[in-house]
């Protein structure tokens, strides 16, 4: 988001970052709902890429 926080718009940064977070899939790493694969699974490595793009 381009909307810097302040501490006077705290209500207007959040809404503009979930947002963008929700739009891009994202939300379910945040929240915890995307459970992490076990590393020996295939999908381990494509969680752990898009893991560390949401940090």
Known sequence: T????TKDNYLSW???LEIGITSRG???YITGEKPT?????PR???WAL???QVK
Do not use: G, M
Not at 2 to 5: A, F, V
Not at 37 to 41: F, G, I, R
């Open 26 to 28: 994202c939300l379910p």
């Open 50 to 52: 898009e893991d560390t």
């Open 14 to 16: 959040s809404a503009a």
């Open 44 to 46: 381990w490595a494509t």
């Open 2 to 5: 381009s909307i810097r926080l």
């Open 37 to 41: 694969p076990s590393k020996t699974d």
